[in-house]
């Protein structure tokens, strides 16, 4: 006879829990819930308020528009790279001619986020790629450099040029002309997206023609059909920089007429108007939108362009899907026993990772590994955060370590944390949320980015236990066996 085992009811199992120190996976786990709907969906945008989910217009002037500032410090332990866009860290950015001033305009939508950051002419440029997934330049010229540690030579940008899963340091000590780069915070279609740069002359150029006579429409976009379209018909040119999952158009449209009905049946589409004015149909809406506007066409809603002057839009597809989103947290237990870890991707992005840990069994009740070669510690208290990261709010307003909630960090060289109280937020440059409560262990990868917000109602305290190497060791950790 086989013993039954069936799974405990919610209500036991809650208050199996109540007091006792169950990690959230395994009840999750136990009650059939998937926790890592969060994870990716947090860096690649921070989303809208209950209620925003059909939100389909956002116009410059109401975009979340901050200053930020980012300057070099070589002596921080965390990193050379400084980001400030909260009042509390602009307070502290050096008042000094080096130190990068620029303009960061935010437009989240449902399904991905915009960002268009300007720095004026003759403002040295400085800006550590966090969580962004694709950059447009709009306009300027700039150095793409690896972090220290990773591989890679400095890689030259121009306007036009389009990178995708970006990583790195972009820099320009004297520019001749404004910096205008457009952040698409957006997810990918493929599975293991690989990064890439498509300049302006690789993008592939097409031109389209449409009109409409009665309740008929028509497309030209081959030599002979363009030659036979009317005069009065709308003509556009696409450039289309093509990535693993996910593209970037920019149209340029030539004033007069209108283009075809289109109902988008894929994924919903962010818009960038970066030149003129526009009249979109979107659904049963219509918007006149101008340059510093933008727009997302909503899967499953048909509409139309009328061309009211020359005009430019850059376009990025937003195909949020939750089965794709990085997890929230790795499960523990087993045979190693795993240890969550900061890790670094094929494109050298940070995501969250685990370090098998092998144990040597000296009892029934008792595992212990062999010894492991350590440097120094310490223990510390740290600060406390008032709201989480996906907060409205938090973007100028976080905790008083944060930087806002597009700061990233290194952490220095490579080491071991214990939390012992309070809690943390570690996210990562693919959105997976490392969240740390008493008794969690967390090894900080050198080179590998991470934005800490210590959301607590304790202060924290924290064990750090270091280990041979130096900040540019970027590795995963191995135990001695």
Known sequence: MTESKSKPSRRALFKGVVGAGVALPKIAQELGVNISMIGEAQAQFLGGSMGDQDVVYIPAAKAQTLPMAEWKDTKAATGANRIAGTAASLERAPKDP??????????????????????????????????????????????LTPLPGHPGKPTKINTGDCLFMPAGVLTNAKPSEDTILLQAFVASAAAKPKAKIVTAKEAQETLNLNWQEGDKEFTANKPDEIKKAPKTASRFTTKRYVFDGNSVRVANLKKGGRTNFVTNNRVD?????????IRRKEGNEIFELSAGDTIREKKGNGGWWELIEDATFIATDAPLDPKGFAPTEIATGGSPVKILAMGIDENNRSNTDYIDVPLQKISDTESITAKQPGTIWRIGMRGTS???????????????????????????????????????ENTMQDGSVARLTAGDFFYVRPGALHHSNPLSATLPTVFNLYTPGTDTDIGPYKFVS
């Open 98 to 143: 080096s130190t990068s001033h620029y303009e960061a305009k935010l437009y989240n939508y449902p399904t991905g986020s915009l960002r268009v950051l300007t720095w004026k002419k003759g403002t040295p440029v400085v800006h550590q790629v966090t969580f962004e997934t694709e950059i447009y330049v709009i306009q300027g010229s700039l150095t």
């Open 386 to 424: 008032p709201i989480a990261r996906t907060n409205k709010g938090y973007a100028q307003n976080g905790g008083a370590l944060s930087g806002g909630a597009f700061e990233q960090h290194l952490g220095g060289p490579p080491h071991f944390i214990g939390w012992m109280t309070g809690n943390n």
């Open 269 to 277: 589409v962010l818009m960038y108007i970066a030149k003129g004015k």
